[in-house]
């Protein structure tokens, strides 16, 4: 299985447990061989996109959908500074400014300061993400784009500011 392939399936077995199905069911869904590898498949999405795990507390009332779905609009802005548009993408909204109202809702709603207003450039992004080390492929789902073109944007981007390429790990 690329890289991609196991990205997408831990990205599903994440949203299916915060409609609050439980681990069991997640793994014979997505062909996991028990409940912990549908677990580990959440959790190491979750990490990857700074989320927190959805769980289940004592009154089985599951982290609302709308809730992560709002902090991770918040923290992929504050950590990445994709444009809007691309955190619509990734966390399911209809629209940019959706995105942004609920980042900017999660914001005041936790008492943080309000997401950046500007974002980075994608030949930023993609020259950032290979040199700590993505591959290709998985840049390319986050800039919803090929991975051919995520290498062009991230070598267009090295070149005009002089960096070395191929990027350096550690950056």
């Not at 069991?24 to 869904?29: H, L, R, Y």
Request: proline share 5%; charged share 25%; glycine share 6%.
């Amino acid at each position: 299985m690329s890289r991609l392939e196991q990205y997408l399936r831990q990205k599903r077995a994440y949203q299916l447990r915060s409609t609050g199905l439980s681990f069991a069911v997640i793994a014979t869904e997505l062909g996991y061989a028990n409940r912990s590898g549908a677990r580990n498949a959440a959790a190491a999405y979750a990490q990857r996109v700074g989320l927190e795990l959805p769980s289940i507390d004592g009154n089985s009332a599951l982290i609302t959908a709308s809730k992560i779905k709002k902090k991770r609009a918040y923290y992929l802005r504050v950590r990445t500074r994709l444009p809007w548009d691309q955190i619509a993408y990734h966390c399911d909204y209809e629209s940019l400014s959706g995105a942004r109202r609920a980042a900017c809702q999660y914001a005041r709603e936790n008492d943080l300061p309000p997401p950046p207003k500007s974002s980075l450039k994608r030949g930023e992004i993609a020259y950032t993400e290979r040199a700590n080390g993505e591959d290709w492929e998985v840049i390319a789902v986050e800039l919803n784009t090929t991975a051919e073109n995520a290498r062009h944007i991230a070598w267009s981007h090295a070149k005009n500011l002089k960096k070395p390429w191929p990027p350096v790990e550690g950056l």
